[in-house]
C-alpha cells in the first residue's frame, strides 16, 4: 500500500522560505505525474503546482517565480521550494502522487492516485 508523509510545513515571516517534503512509501513500480495542491480557510483547495511524468512543470499564477515542483526519484520524494512567501499563501498544502504498480507485459501495472495528509503553512506579515 502506498503512503504519502508531507513534511516542512511551519510558520515563517513574509518574505522567507520553506520547502515542503512528500516522502512515497510502499510498493510501486513507478512515479507518474505529481502535483501540489492548497487550501485556505473558507476557500476551495487549488492547485499550486504540477508536474507531469516528463517533468513538464505548470504553475498557478499566483506562484509563478516563485514556487519550485521537483522530486528525486532515488528518495521517492516530491518537493515543493517556496520562496518570497507572502500571507496569502497561508494554508493547507497537499501532495498528490500518481503511482504505477508493477505489472507484466500481459497484465500491465494499474495506476493510482495518492493524496498526503496535508502540512500547515503560516506565512506572518
Known amino acids: 500500500q502506498v503512503q504519502l508523509v508531507e513534511s516542512g510545513g511551519g510558520l515563517v515571516q513574509v518574505g522567507e522560505s520553506l520547502r515542503l517534503s512528500c516522502l512515497v512509501s510502499g510498493r510501486f513500480f513507478s512515479i507518474g505525474a505529481t502535483g501540489w495542491y492548497r487550501q485556505a480557510p473558507g476557500k476551495q483547495r487549488e492547485l499550486v503546482a504540477h508536474?507531469?511524468?516528463?517533468?513538464?512543470?505548470t504553475y498557478a499564477d499566483s506562484v509563478k517565480g516563485r514556487f519550485t515542483i521537483f522530486k528525486d526519484n532515488a528518495k521517492k520524494t516530491v518537493y515543493l521550494q517556496m520562496n518570497s512567501l507572502k500571507p496569502e499563501d497561508t494554508a493547507v498544502y497537499y501532495c498528490?502522487?500518481?503511482?504505477?504498480?508493477?505489472?507484466?507485459?500481459?497484465?500491465?501495472?494499474?495506476?493510482?492516485?495518492?493524496w498526503g495528509q496535508g502540512t500547515q503553512v503560516t506565512v506572518s506579515s
Open positions: 508536474m507531469t511524468s516528463d517533468y513538464i512543470t
Open positions: 498528490n502522487v500518481q503511482t504505477t504498480d508493477w505489472g507484466t507485459v500481459e497484465s500491465p501495472g494499474r495506476s493510482r492516485e495518492h
